[in-house]
């Protein structure tokens, strides 16, 4: 068993490392998160240098690399500043992941190179204001139409919606279906398209550069062409996704908690109080160990989901376990982190209430913890 990265893997941490260092500046960081704006030369920028393409095939202008490199991506910009690195690895791979596999060839040719170079920006649009995460019932509505397809309906909780500009919706094409989920179907759509509208939420707890909203869908007609794969196979492609953008949440987690860490630990060095450093407090030093071990497991199951992926072993059990995991040591890190620091950790100049914020999504997005469990239950009964 190996658990050392391959020369090409640590090069690309170094450089995303150098990367983030030098861009997510804190003040930077501070503002996009205030103003709740995504930060779109960041994203050009990170694009141009290929770390937001890390799996798009080099054909379509990706790095042709896999999910744990990916992940170390992912990872590093989280360990850096939680909004920024959420709203750069979250989202914009999903429709390329969904087209790779199930596109046309003319789907593919057409919106995952702009996607890769960064000229666009894409939403997956799944989630319903009455379902969250029980994606096998669909209100959204798709009706044929000659040879184009009207859908109506609502979508809640979308990220990227109010600046995407290429949009997969997931919606019911066969009403009468049993189970539901066996008659839902993918399609893409291109914002200006008429009968697709947005609106933004605000006011969200953490992840504030990483935009979400709202879409309302009214008599918008979808020409034939525009159906991803096969008809009514559209729950079965959304699950598939999942099982690889859990594992990106749950290297978004590691790299929050791993930040988190870092920045309790160089306080607690240089912090003193009753005439030593307060890392020499055995009820501090003991938060630090604790958290490194636990952000050090949390990784190893990370980077074991992402290689049995890379491998073609995909692993709903190891994702679920991954992403769970990782996501509660993400919320119990960046919470005694800012113990440590005291009342300075409520201050948002010192950033750490912003990882806390940020570090509560990585248990909800992407399927709740709850969901996570359920799953590895369901595989447990299968092998125990």
Request: hydrophobic residues 40%; negative net charge; charged residues 25%.
């Amino acid at each position: 068993m190996q658990f050392e990265f391959k020369e090409e893997q640590k090069e690309i941490k170094r450089a995303i490392k150098e990367f983030c260092e030098k861009e997510f500046t804190p003040e930077a960081a501070l503002g996009f998160d205030q103003r709740e704006e995504f930060p779109t030369q960041l994203y050009k920028r990170a694009a141009k240098l290929g770390f937001t393409g890390m799996r798009i095939p080099e054909e379509y202008g990706g790095q042709s690399l896999g999910l744990v490199e990916d992940c170390i991506v992912v990872e590093e910009m989280c360990r850096q500043d939680p909004g920024i690195g959420a709203a750069l690895s979250l989202g914009n791979l999903m429709v390329p992941d969904i087209l790779l596999k199930h596109g046309s060839d003319t789907q593919r040719e057409k919106y995952i190179p702009p996607l890769a170079r960064g000229e666009a920006i894409c939403s997956a649009a799944f989630t319903e204001p009455e379902h969250g995460s029980d994606i096998t019932r669909m209100d959204t509505t798709a009706k044929k139409k000659g040879s184009d397809w009207i859908i109506n309906g609502a979508k809640e909780f979308i990220t990227n919606a109010p600046i995407a500009d290429i949009f997969i919706l997931l919606c019911q094409t066969d009403p009468d279906a049993q189970p539901s989920h066996r008659g839902q179907s993918l399609f893409l759509t291109e914002r200006g398209a008429s009968g697709i509208e947005t609106t933004p939420l605000h006011g969200k707890m953490g992840i504030r550069p990483c935009v979400t909203g709202s879409i309302a869908l009214s008599d918008l007609i979808i020409p034939d062409q525009n159906l991803v794969g096969d008809l009514n196979r559209g729950f079965y492609y959304a699950l598939e996704l999942f099982d690889g953008t859990r594992i990106t949440v749950a290297a978004q987690a590691v790299g929050m908690a791993q930040g988190a860490l870092e920045r309790a630990f160089q306080y607690a060095k240089n912090r003193k109080q009753f005439g030593t450093s307060i890392i020499n407090f055995q009820g501090v030093s003991f938060k630090l160990a604790e958290m490194a071990m636990k952000i050090e497991a949390a990784r190893l199951l990370t980077y074991k989901a992402a290689w049995l992926y890379d491998q073609g072993k995909v692993s709903p059990m190891a994702t679920s376990m991954a992403k769970a995991y990782a996501g509660r040591v993400a919320v119990e890190s960046t919470d005694e982190a800012m113990q440590v620091l005291g009342g300075y950790g409520y201050l948002a100049d010192y950033h750490l209430e912003r990882f806390h914020r940020c570090a509560k999504i990585t248990e909800i997005y992407e399927g709740t913890t709850e969901m996570q469990k359920l799953t590895i239950l369901n595989y447990l009964r299968k092998i125990m």
